[in-house]
């Protein structure tokens, strides 16, 4: 009988270690920036537009792109952070899309997000022992008698002494700050964290004290991660899987070694041509941009990018691209990759 049942937990194991934590399909989030004599949304902001990526537990996928293209909106609409427009959200297979605040309360403590400011994302009235074990109480994670001595444990995992539990955020520093936020995130042992650009405000030395703590605690812990940031060697660093964003949105997704490797469309090899090579005997071959950003509430038809790609043709000012797969897991929405414009769009230069 035992080994019946044992062999039960393995096949259910089984199936959710292949079952994605995390699926998004066709996300969007708009913001009403103007309305009419009767309060109707007449205008919207166009946030986050039509995004779909898929993660799998104990993996890491990196949001890249420039400031205002929706990453950080993006990520708090898969927490339902924001109401969305439009698309659907699956957690470990189940539709949390329509779910109200109270039928989301049990899903919380498994998915949490680090911010990216950790000093306004930290209560000033509050120790750190109450920061990081105020949802513990909330949802009973372990009992009151064990309360300081398991916040105790989370505080040292993530780098932090036990004699810091009585001290206040404005005591730290910013490296500090955001293991306290980590330790926060953790604390309620979650299945996915978004972070939201979690090194971008500290030193490089301390953002490789983060990274290889956020790195320590997917190994142990079998978290995902969704890992929002501008900075691509820190992407390259922490990623399995990289997303590209571009005015809300993903223009390509695909393994980081593919992504990083063979950059396919000319706004990623635009952004990685950026990357600095710490070589001064090589030569550099930037690809600049041309022009701003247009408004995501006056988005340009046809492929968004177009107004800024050197290599536009026609079909671009009117029809928007659709999303194809040029090699296996990797998707590009570019029309130079149509079966009819494939001898152009090879993903290096000409």
Same mark, same amino acid.
């Given at each position: 009988?035992?080994n019946?049942?044992?062999?039960?937990?393995?096949?259910? +194991?089984?199936?959710t270690?292949n079952?994605?934590?995390?699926?998004?399909?066709? %996300?969007?989030?708009?913001?009403?920036?103007?309305?009419?004599?009767?309060g109707?949304?007449?205008r919207? %902001?166009?946030?986050?537009?039509d995004?779909?990526?898929?993660?799998q537990?104990?993996r890491?996928?990196?949001?890249?792109?420039?400031?205002?293209? !929706?990453?950080?909106t993006?990520?708090?609409? #898969?927490?339902?952070l924001? @109401?969305?427009?439009?698309?659907?959200?699956?957690?470990d297979?189940?539709?949390i899309?329509?779910? +109200?605040?109270?039928q989301?309360?049990p899903?919380?403590?498994?998915m949490?997000?680090?911010?990216?400011?950790?000093?306004s994302s930290?209560?000033?009235? %509050?120790n750190?022992?109450?920061?990081? !074990?105020?949802a513990?109480k909330?949802?009973?994670?372990?009992?009151?008698?064990?309360?300081r001595?398991?916040?105790?444990?989370?505080?040292?995992?993530?780098?932090?002494?036990?004699h810091f539990?009585d001290r206040?955020?404005?005591?730290?520093?910013?490296?500090q700050?955001?293991? *306290?936020?980590?330790?926060?995130?953790?604390?309620?042992?979650p299945e996915l964290?978004i972070?939201?650009?979690?090194? +971008?405000?500290?030193d490089?030395?301390?953002?490789?004290?983060?990274?290889?703590?956020?790195?320590?605690?997917?190994e142990t812990?079998?978290?995902a991660?969704v890992?929002?940031?501008?900075? %691509?060697?820190?992407?390259?660093?922490i990623s399995?899987?990289?997303?590209?964003?571009?005015l809300?949105?993903?223009?390509?997704k !695909?393994?980081?070694? @593919?992504i990083?490797?063979?950059?396919?469309h000319p706004y990623?090899q635009?952004?990685?041509?950026?990357?600095?090579y710490p070589?001064?005997? #090589?030569?550099?071959?930037?690809?600049?941009l041309?022009g701003?950003?247009?408004?995501?509430?006056?988005?340009?038809?046809?492929?968004?990018?177009?107004?800024?790609?050197d290599?536009?043709?026609?079909?671009?000012?009117? *029809?928007p691209?659709e999303?194809?797969?040029?090699?296996?897991?990797?998707?590009?929405a570019c029309?130079l990759?149509d079966s009819?414009? +494939?001898n152009n769009?090879?993903g290096?230069?000409?």
């Open positions: 009988m035992s019946v049942i044992d062999e039960q937990k393995t096949d259910v +194991s089984a199936v270690e079952k994605p934590i995390l699926e998004v399909q066709g %996300l969007k989030k708009y913001f009403p920036v103007e309305k009419d004599f009767f109707k949304p007449t919207f %902001l166009r946030a986050v537009d995004v779909s990526f898929t993660l537990r104990g890491t996928i990196g949001i890249v792109g420039e400031s205002g293209c !929706g990453k950080t993006m990520g708090r609409s #898969v927490l339902k924001h @109401d969305i427009t439009g698309g659907r959200i699956f957690f297979g189940t539709d899309t329509d779910l +109200s605040r109270a989301m309360r899903y919380r403590k498994r949490q997000i680090i911010f990216q400011d950790p000093y930290l209560s000033p009235r %509050l750190i022992g109450e920061i990081i !074990g105020e513990v909330v949802h009973g994670i372990v009992p009151p008698s064990q309360y001595e398991y916040v105790c444990e989370v505080m040292q995992k993530c780098g932090l002494q036990s539990y206040y955020p404005h005591e730290f520093s910013g490296g700050r955001q293991r *306290i936020c980590i330790a926060r995130a953790i604390a309620l042992q964290i972070c939201d650009e979690p090194v +971008s405000a500290l490089v030395s301390i953002q490789a004290q983060i990274i290889n703590l956020l790195k320590d605690m997917q812990m079998n978290i991660y890992f929002i940031s501008h900075d %691509l060697s820190v992407v390259e660093h399995d899987d990289v997303g590209v964003m571009y809300g949105n993903m223009v390509e !695909g393994p980081k070694k @593919d990083f490797a063979n950059p396919l990623t635009a952004l990685f041509s950026a990357i600095p070589d001064p005997r #090589v030569k550099m071959h930037r690809r600049v041309t701003d950003i247009p408004s995501p509430s006056n988005p340009p038809a046809g492929c968004k990018f177009h107004t800024r790609c290599r536009c043709m026609e079909i671009c000012k009117t *029809i691209p999303t194809r797969e040029i090699e296996p897991d990797h998707f590009v029309h990759y009819e414009n +494939s769009g090879n290096h230069e000409e």
